[in-house]
């Protein structure tokens, strides 16, 4: 697979889980592997109060 047809893959596969994490009524924190919250969508913000510094 060449480099640029990876890249699109990888912009494709982001798009799709933003659009996931937007529609779901669901919260979703997502976290990097020492488990500090990296993102989170809108019923997460409202569950938690959490919000963009």
């Known amino acids: 697979m060449t480099n640029r ?3 699109r893959r990888v912009d494709l596969t982001a ?3 933003q659009a996931i994490m937007s529609a779901c009524s669901d919260a979703i924190f997502s ?3 020492k488990d500090a919250i990296t993102s989170w969508n809108l019923a997460a ?4 109060k959490l919000t963009e510094t």
Not at 45 to 48: A, F, K
């Open 31 to 33: 976290c990097d592997l």
């Open 5 to 7: 047809r990876f890249c």
């Open 45 to 48: 913000e409202r569950l938690s």
């Open 15 to 17: 798009g799709q889980l």
